[in-house]
């Protein structure tokens, strides 16, 4: 047996289906005769909710997928280095993406059947950052194989943005006589200052319109799901009258077979008073005949 393509096929199930699907395979070993394979199914663990809907998201978007361990190995490197603006950048993505992602888990979830609640939503993302932090993990949820929730990230706190700050400019070495301050000085600290201040608006610009266009698609999508819900609200009250039409047909039916079993009782008697009616005629013709022979025996000299 192929343990590896048992193990891709169970995790891609519901976790409440997953235990019964799970024991079926492990005794269809245990028939061949699969000592290695039984022993290897029945160790798979069923995963929890939230770890389940973030194994769907890896195995059904594996471009988001792909982006987002990018962006996991950037993160590592840029705390690694200390690359102040890198790291900027980096968590950055980090923030908008650990959001859309979740909802996106949220979303595959309850298309796949089983919906999300709002504790399970904070558990993917506490999921999503922890891949962003460990290999382990990253590398797990890589293959759909999550099991359980991870422990909050500890490698690397999930730093805002506006928290991080800018590279340090390197130290510029001592002049060897004292010299006076320079009016300029001030005046390129405050240009470095203000070009800081220009990049953090561009990226604030860049995240409110990528939050702009989730709030659109997410308009979209409920005007879809009113669309649907008025649509089935027709179709709920055309198959609601026509129940009502086959209920009174039922009834009338009913009656129909209530009078009619009436009618064949009826007839059931009346043959059977006919059926008496003729034995006693035959009974009496008989008698009649027996009379007749009788009366020509006597007559004859």
């Known amino acids: 047996m192929d343990v590896e393509e048992i193990a891709d096929e169970l995790y891609g199930l519901k976790p409440g289906e997953f235990t019964a699907a799970r024991d079926t395979y492990v005794a269809q070993a245990r028939r061949t005769k699969d000592a290695a394979a039984a022993k290897a199914i029945a160790a798979l663990r069923r995963p929890a909710l939230a770890a389940w809907a973030a194994n769907q998201l890896a195995r059904q978007q594996p471009d988001e997928t792909a982006r987002f361990l990018e962006l996991g190995e950037t993160l590592r490197e840029t705390h690694r280095t200390l690359d ?12 908008q993406l650990v959001g859309a992602l ?29 891949v962003l932090a460990r290999t382990d993990v990253a590398e797990q ?43 300029a000085a001030p005046k390129k600290e405050r240009a470095g200052a203000r070009e800081r201040r220009l990049r953090d608006l561009e990226w604030a ?36 009258g026509r129940v009502r039409r086959l209920e009174h047909e039922l009834q009338e039916a009913r009656k129909a077979k209530s009078a009619t079993e009436a009618i064949t009782a009826e007839a059931g008697t009346a043959v059977k008073t006919a059926e008496r009616a003729v034995r006693e005629a035959r009974k009496a013709a008989e008698q009649a005949t027996r009379a007749v022979q009788r009366l020509e025996d006597q007559a004859e000299p």
Not at 84 to 95: D, K, N, T
Not at 116 to 121: A, C
């Open 102 to 130: 979740a909802r996106t888990s949220g979303v595959l979830a309850a298309e796949a059947g089983q919906p999300v609640s709002d504790t399970v939503l904070h558990e993917i993302e506490q999921t999503l950052h922890a």
């Open 141 to 183: 949820w890589s293959r759909g194989r999550l099991v359980k929730v991870p422990e909050a990230a500890v490698d690397f706190a999930a730093i805002a943005p506006d928290e991080v700050p800018a590279r340090p400019a390197p130290a510029k070495p001592a002049p060897a006589k004292p010299a006076p301050v320079k009016p």
């Open 84 to 95: 102040g603006e890198r790291l900027r950048a980096a968590a950055r993505q980090q923030h």
């Open 205 to 240: 610009r860049t995240a409110a319109e990528e939050a702009e266009a989730e709030v659109g698609r997410c308009e979209r999508a409920l005007g879809e799901a009113r669309d649907a819900l008025e649509a089935a609200g027709g179709q709920a009250e055309e198959e609601a």
